[in-house]
Structures are given as structure tokens and as C-alpha cells.
């Protein structure tokens, strides 16, 4: 099947503001090949993902995203990993080139799915899916007291596990202490209770130390994003001293290696990928076996759309032990209504990999429509993206 | 000084060819402070860092690069680094970011240069510039016999130090060993070698170390980016066997951590910066010192224009034990009339860093009109980005 077309559309809610909610926007992508389509969606800044999709030759090792999938084969599973290794090399130097080859390499997978009437799952080598145990993924309340209404209202959902993230956490730590008491408290003795602190420690061992013993006294299971992505020596020195609290992290990785580098040298105890950056479904199966066979579990990273839920569970639902699962809730109109199929606990709260080809996700194309920003790049007086 | 306007300029020749040649397009940056004007340039891909500085904003942690720059004070070097942690927080998850304000964090010292009277690389700490060695910087010729003609014509330029790059190395064993036997032929004995593998090898250990004889039968000092940049295992590994060989690496770091990961997880002896990458000046001269202090040797990465040089002199030129520099020869037409300043070997063969306010470099404008390809970008029906 030859890649006839990729195309973009990027979304937005009316009002976009500075809440650390990723789903206020999404860069969906369509790509059609032998009269069949996939669908993927790249994580953020919808535009600058598709200036890279588009861009002029730097040189030879700077070719747009473009260069490398148009008018290529898409066969089977190597097809695919060619594509990203070509990416890899002859776009080294665009450096945005990850993020939109992840949407692509999500929508390549669907597309061999549908084309062979197999999950992408098992195309990627794993026999069986396993169900998850959700996590419902909020922010933190604005004080303490807010959080414990949050973490009541996920228990009332039935939700057995739930992480709170972000701001306020880090001002101060009193006010920490304080949330992660509520949080607690709120979700009940038996719920698992994890913390993103969204990298507000920076590289400062110290201060994100200071939190552990009411993360301990929390219970806490993990505590993800400490510091700033790349803080390898900083994780691995909180690693160190954390106790029953597991450090987490791995949302930033744009490539394999990257989140390799955060298992051998930050020392993480949960290794967390977002489908949507690392370069899709590939790269992420390959850090979930390298995690299996380190005692490192694996949890997929997601704050958008199914569509994108759906992708993130592709890589690691065969691993039975690896049991949780982010589940995005709260999210905004446009993520919501992106999908048909909608991914919902089962009676036993179980998450479930839809059990359908490519990704199982049936796109509303509706909202592709509603919530559509139109994007035009011209380039040298032509037009060199319309969409 | 507040800041009031960045402007964006990007040139290309008017054809761009699929040779490593970096200089064949440009994106050259003009910051407006104060009355004043500062002058940068980013490495690459000029329409996606362009697009990075006016995307929309997609949530609070992936805001455009302009959200942290236009209207802020630049009134000394710690505002150009809050603003490059503001950056690093508020724009995570917009991964072109790092290319887009290493620019104009170069012009921003420039600026605060011109500003003070003082030439950049005093501004970030250091007492006196040392002369370099310059190496011309050149690809391999097609086959053994062109690349010992390029390495005579080096030579008879007067340069003390050659590094030769990229395609055909790679292709096959016999064939690198006949190119490194010329290339030290036509440098003659006393010359320094420089071999750039241009990421060939990809995490192929066996494959780079197979070339590790003919390497130190032609005394070659450096094998630069054998593998993929994030490939810190593979490099560690080969750096284990390469004898009186030093393996190279670091252009493609996109942050201070990415470089210092080399040195520490993949033991080069040699770390080379690019600043047009890594954020610009300051965590460049963070690198030059974390790399001093280890026994590694800091280089300068550059394949653009004389702008691009002097900034990548700058970390390091107080340095005087890290004698050897980057000095990109066979210029596209653009890079060299980018710059009136010519930085040129002295007498001795030698390169200094100008000895101006700033980068020490005036821009000559009728190149910027000369190369320039207009850009527009329009979202949501209005125009973001005209340049």
C-alpha cells in the first residue's frame, strides 16, 4: 500500500489557557493508503508539528517529516521501522520531527490493522492484551481542601486509584503536605495514590526530598516528574533515598533512547511514555520490553483524546503485571468528542484495549470540523500547507 | 531594556541539495532592546523555529517561545537565563523550542554586549580569549583520490588540522580505510585528522570499532558521532576499545543535560556544541566548564556563517588548553556574505574570537534581502507570522 496522503487537522477549544491541561487543543492525523485510512494524534503545538510535516530542505540530514512517508509502501511492521529510522537520519536536525512522526506512526499502525483485521497490539508481537487498572488523572485542587473534594469525587466514580498534578504543588511545603493529606483522605485507605509534580523541582534534589516523608506517610506509590526531563543524576540521587515511593518519569522522551537513559542512569522505578512523542507505537513497545526485563513497570502517558488513550495502551497491554494505566478525566469538550468509541471502565473498573483492528477507535469526524483551526503556510509566495 | 521586536530572516540558496552541507539555508535573528539591536542564528529548519516562536499556545506548559521573550527586561546575563528557564518550563512540551531561542539568545547577548562595550565571551565570565587552531571543516570526497586532493589543498591553505565528514564513509570497510590513508596522505604527517561519521553507524558498535585500526594507523585524534546522538551505551562502549582514537560527540544536544549525559554515560573525549542548538551561549559555557573540569575537551560546532562562528568561539575561548576549534570552509554563497566581519587565521594560522562589543560581528544587510524567502503563516484566518 502506498502512503497517498497525510493530513492534518488541528483543533483547539475557543479559549486556550495556561492550565496544564493537554487537551485543549490536538493535532489529529489522517493517512490514507491502498483506499484504506488510520488516524493518529500527535501531543501539542499542533502548528509547529505540521510546519515540520512541511518544510523546506535544510539539507540532507534536515528533510521535512514528508520526505520520509509520501509515496512510500506501507506493508507490514518493518515497513513501518524503516520509515522511523529514516526519520531518524535524513531529519536528525529538524528537531521537532519526532512529534509529528508520532501521529504518524500511530495512524500507519491503525491503517496495517484495519488493512489485516488485527489490533495494532498484536501486530506489534503481543499475544493477548491484559485489562488495567485506570487511574483517574486530575490536577490538583487550589488548597488542600478542594484536593480532597476532587480525590472523594474519583472514589464516588469508582475509581480505585488516582493521580493529582501540578500546581500548587511545589510552592510550599506545608501546602504540599497538606494536599497530599486531602489527597489521601479523599480516595480512601485502600486507593493507589500517585503525584506529578510537572518537573517544578528543576534539578533540586533537596527540595523534592523534603516531600517524601509525607508522600511515605501518604503512601504515595509514585512521584512522577520531580525534576526537569533530562535531570538524570537528580533522579537517580532522589531514587536513592524514596523509600516506598517509586520515582517516575518519561513523558518527555522524543525518542527511545531517552527514555532508556532515565531506567539506566535516573533510576526510576515507573517508566511513563506518551505515544505522542517518542515516535509512536514502536519505540514504545521497545522501552516497554526493555523496562519487563529490568523490573521497571510501564505506564503509558496520556492527557487527550481515546484516539490517543487507545494508542497509548497498545505497547505494554500484553504485559500482565504492569497493571496500571493513566486515564484521562476532565477532559475538555473537543477531546471528548473527537472519538465515537468512547474507552469506559469495565463493571470491574478494568480499562480494555479495544479489542478491534489498528486502534479500535472510530473517529468523530464531526468534530474535526467544529473544533478546527485552519492553518495556511506560505513559503517563498506558495502555499505549502493549507488545512 | 524591554524587548521589543524579534525578527526572523530566513535565506536559503536557490537550490538546496540533499549534501550534509548545513550552510545551504539560514535563519538569521534580529532582537531590538533599548534602541539597540542584537544579531543570532539558528541551526536549522528555519520555517519550524519560526513557527515555534508565534504558535498558538497549546496549555501552560507549551507556550510559544515569543510568550517568554517579547516585552521582557534584558538588563543583564541573569535575565537572559531566567528567561531561558521560563523557557525551558513554560515551553516542555514544544520540542523546536531549544533552536528557536538558541538564536535569539545569542542575540540577546550580542546585544547586551554592544550595550556594555564588552565582547559576549567576557559577559559570561571569562578574563582573556585564547587563540584557536582551526580545522577546516570539509565532506569526503566521492572516492580516496578526491579527498586526498581536498586534504593537499588544505594543507596548502596553511591549516594545521582537517576534519573530513559524512557519505561515503560508512558504505563499506575498505573503503573508509582507503579514505582515511589519503586523508592523512594529503594532510601530511604532522597534521591533525578529524573524522566525522556523520551518525552512520547508528548503535552498531562493531561496525564503528572495525574502523578503529585504520584510525590510529592514520593518527586520526577524533571520530565524531559514530552513532546516534542518544546512543550513550554505544558510545561508552566503542570510547572503551578506541585507544589513542578520541571519540566525539555532542552537536545535536538540545540542552546542557543532553551534553553532560555524554560525557558522563558515553565517556567522549571530546564534547562539541553547537550553539545555534543547545540553547545558545549560556548552558554552552556550562558545558565548557562541566567539560574542563572532567578532562574532556570542549569543541565548537558550527557549519554556518561567520555569526554562527564567533557565537560558537565564545564559551570557550577562555579556555586555553582547548586549542582546536571548528572552522567551516566551502561556505555556501549566503553564509559567507551573511557577515561584512570576516574572522580569518592570523599570520600564525590562528583564530580569534572578535574582540568587539558583543559577538563582534556586523550583519550585512543586503544579504538578508538578497537570500530571503518569505514566510507566512496564518491560524484560525489571521496572519501570526509574516517575514
Partial sequence: MRIEAVDFFYLAMPQVTTAADGSQDALVVRVSA?????????????????????????????????????????????????MAARIAYDSMDLLQAPHTWSGIEMA????????????AWRLLGQAQAFPKTPYASVLFGADAQETLQRARAIRAQGFRAAKFGWAPFGDSLQ??????AAAREGLGADGILLIDAGQI??????????????????????????????????????????GSVGV??????????????????????????DCG???GLGPAREVAQYAAAR?????????????????????????????????????SALAQELTVTRIAPDANGLIHAP?????????????????????????????????
Fill in 34 to 82: 491502498g483506499g484504506l485510512t488510520g488516524w493518529g494524534e500527535c501531543e501539542a503545538s499542533p502548528l509547529v508539528s505540521m510546519a515540520a510535516f512541511v518544510t523546506p530542505m535544510s539539507h540532507g540530514a534536515c528533510r521535512p517529516v514528508s520526505a520520509s512517508v509520501l509515496g512510500h509502501e506501507v506493508n507490514g511492521p518493518d515497513d513501518i521501522r524503516a
Fill in 108 to 119: 500507519l499502525w491503525d491503517l496495517l490493522g484495519r488493512a489485516r483485521g488485527e489490533p
Fill in 175 to 180: 501546602g504540599d503536605e497538606d494536599q497530599l
Fill in 201 to 242: 523541582f528543576g534539578a533540586d534534589v533537596e527540595a523534592a526530598a523534603q516531600r517524601l516523608p509525607a508522600m511515605e506517610r501518604a503512601r504515595v506509590t509514585w512521584f512522577e516528574e520531580p525534576f526537569a526531563a533530562g535531570a538524570l543524576s537528580a533522579y537517580a540521587a532522589l531514587a536513592a533515598r524514596s
Fill in 248 to 273: 517516575a518519569g518519561g513523558e518527555a522522551a522524543h525518542d527511545r533512547d531517552m527514555a532508556l537513559h532515565l531506567i539506566d542512569h535516573g533510576a526510576v522505578r515507573f517508566i511513563q511514555i
Fill in 277 to 279: 512523542r517518542i515516535g
Fill in 295 to 331: 523490573g521497571v513497570t510501564y505506564v503509558n502517558h496520556t492527557f487527550t483524546s481515546n484516539l490517543a488513550l487507545s494508542a497509548s495502551l497498545q505497547p505494554y497491554v500484553g504485559l500482565e503485571d504492569h497493571r496500571i494505566c493513566e486515564y484521562p478525566t476532565g477532559l
Fill in 355 to 387: 479489542d478491534a483492528p489498528g486502534l479500535g477507535v472510530e473517529v468523530n469526524e464531526a468534530t474535526l470540523e467544529r473544533y478546527r483551526v485552519p492553518v495556511e503556510i506560505r513559503v517563498g509566495g506558495r502555499v505549502i500547507l493549507s488545512a
